[in-house]
């Protein structure tokens, strides 16, 4: 079935540094591919995605690229807040088989960023 | 106007207990789905259903009910509550399939 992996966490970083958050997935057809962010206390929100290959999601000065080469969509961003301080999922969708569109997340990677 | 809502936002209770989560999305979206997130943060779908119907069963236990009495909402039902039912339950909605997914802001559920 589908599969997704992150890179494990947590991860913690100064402000203004540079961000980089891997996901690769395992998946038959062609998913889209997401980025979701998860505020304490708060629900999920997305915060870029991908529907097809080599497209560039980007949202927020967050950036991610669909590989299908290496089936990887990996979270990039040149310098981040304290504010950005949050979870982040990688998680894919497939409308083929018996998937129809269910979401399927990587573990999730907690972010930390200090002043 | 929030988009997709969830009551309540927190649940205690009692093992063996019954209770129900609800959910309401007023985007006019014609998939509806529950995700359970556990206390290590990981998520799983529980069940999606297109206009009414439901079309995602994943291995959830026969305690767990969905019922969605039309598009807009789609409620959760839990009989004999176990402690491992804790978690966050999150509501989802989408136009298409696949799309991107509208997340309600959680239930906390604790059972005692």
């Known amino acids: 079935g589908d599969s997704v992996t992150q890179m494990e966490g947590p991860v913690t970083l100064s402000e203004e540094a540079f961000l980089t958050i891997n996901c690769t997935y395992t998946a038959t057809g062609y998913p889209s591919l997401f980025w979701y962010v998860q505020y304490p206390g708060e629900g999920l929100q997305l915060l870029l995605k991908?529907?097809?290959?080599?497209d560039k999601g980007s949202n927020k000065g967050f950036e991610a690229t669909y590989r299908k080469e290496t089936t990887s969509f990996h979270l990039e961003k040149g310098s981040v807040q304290v504010s950005d301080s949050a979870v982040y999922f990688c998680?894919?969708?497939?409308?083929?088989?018996?998937?129809?569109?269910?979401?399927?997340f990587g573990q999730g990677t907690i972010l930390t960023v200090h002043p | 106007d929030t988009a997709v809502s969830q009551t309540p936002k927190y649940l205690v209770t009692q093992m063996g207990n019954d209770k129900s989560i609800k959910c309401e999305q007023n985007l006019g979206h014609d998939t509806m789905y529950w995700y359970k997130q556990d206390s290590k943060k990981f998520l799983k779908i529980m069940f999606s259903y297109n206009n009414k119907e439901l079309i995602i069963n994943e291995t959830v236990p026969n305690r767990f009910s969905p019922k969605s009495p039309d598009k807009a909402h789609l409620n959760l039902h839990i009989n004999s509550l176990e402690l491992g039912d804790s978690a966050v339950y999150f509501c989802?909605?989408?136009?298409?399939?696949?799309?991107?997914?509208?997340f309600g802001p959680g239930t906390r559920l604790t059972v005692l």
């Open positions: 991908a529907t097809k290959a080599d």
């Open positions: 989802a909605s989408s136009q298409d399939i696949p799309d991107t997914q509208y």
């Open positions: 998680a894919l969708s497939n409308a083929g088989g018996t998937s129809y569109g269910k979401l399927t």
